[in-house]
């Protein structure tokens, strides 16, 4: 039990700060009900006191060693839960925080010893946080405050401060084959093109987190990706494709003939909750007009001339 000892108090060194204190009872703080305080506790100041990036000395005689893994890669979540569920050689204990490509807008708080794995839902990426956000459009001076200067250091284009960053301890390991096993799992280049739309589709094998009790910005392209679904649905069985000849009416018992020359059209100055029409039609008199939808009472076939 020496060896424990000694890893376990240099081990302090790795603390990330998150924030997500737990009390004494184990719960987490924001997990209580009367918690209604949905500012603290998910603030992060990730205080990385191990940003060197090289291995510690954790009594090196039990051949005890550590290092800490930073990448700026989503892990795919099934290549990922497949190396933990085996567990990696060596590997004792693994702690920091990591990015999964289908959970993109939070960050996972990486807390593992031996083959027990928990990947806990932490708060969100500073990144995808619109309170932050918004602070800082409305209060540029904020810029200059120190906290938020060591924030916006862990910044890289495009996706912020999104990253892995987990500090490895085990026995006789060696760093570059425990970084390629977990290379392995992150996502490839041709991954990476797909986006964060598409990664949302991965299998996860994870265990699913608890909903955070404020907005963030996951909530916000979920209410969007429904909303295209819908208009997805409404465009999927069109009648008429471009160059099909086509009557509108134009005024009660007015019909006009044309061409239907755009199908999902939208006026330059329409307003987002406005929906987009079905189809922009070239009417012979040269005019330009839209059909808001594809019905009879609007649009028909051109009776043959």
């Not at 987190?209 to 209410?223: A, G, N």
């Amino acid at each position: 039990g020496h060896a424990h000892g000694k890893e376990k108090k240099k081990d302090n060194h790795h603390n990330h700060g998150h924030g997500h204190g737990k009390d004494k009872s184990g719960e987490n703080d924001c997990a209580k009900k009367d918690c209604t305080d949905h500012s603290h506790s998910h603030s992060h100041s990730h205080s990385h006191s191990h940003a060197s990036g090289h291995a510690h000395d954790h009594g090196s005689h039990y051949g005890i060693s550590s290092f800490v893994y930073k990448r700026r890669k989503p892990f795919h979540p099934k290549r990922l839960y497949d190396l933990l569920d085996k567990g990696i050689d060596g590997v004792l204990r693994s702690k920091g925080y990591s990015w999964l490509a289908t959970r993109h807008n939070r960050m996972s708080e990486w807390n593992n010893a031996g083959k027990l794995f928990r990947i806990e839902g932490g708060g969100p990426w500073f990144d995808s946080n619109i309170r932050f956000k918004m602070a800082l459009k409305q209060h540029p001076q904020l810029m200059e405050q120190p906290q938020v200067k060591d924030i916006l250091k862990d910044f890289v284009k495009p996706w912020g401060d999104r990253r892995q960053e987990v500090v490895i301890i085990g026995v006789g390991i060696e760093e570059e084959k425990v970084s390629a096993l977990l290379d392995a799992c992150l996502l490839t280049e041709e991954e990476m093109k797909a986006g964060a739309k598409a990664w949302k589709q991965y299998p996860d094998p994870l265990p699913q987190w608890q909903k955070l009790p404020f907005e963030y910005e996951e909530e916000k392209e979920e209410e969007e990706d429904a909303k295209k679904a819908m208009e997805d649905a409404r465009f999927r069985n069109l009648r008429f494709k471009v160059g099909d000849r086509v009557e509108c009416c134009v005024a009660p018992e007015k019909w006009a003939p044309g061409k239907v020359v755009k199908i999902k059209y939208r006026g330059a100055n329409w307003p987002t909750n406005r929906p987009t029409a079905p189809y922009q039609i070239e009417l012979d008199t040269g005019g330009m007009i839209f059909a808001p939808f594809d019905d009879d009472r609007v649009i028909r076939t051109a009776a043959s001339s």
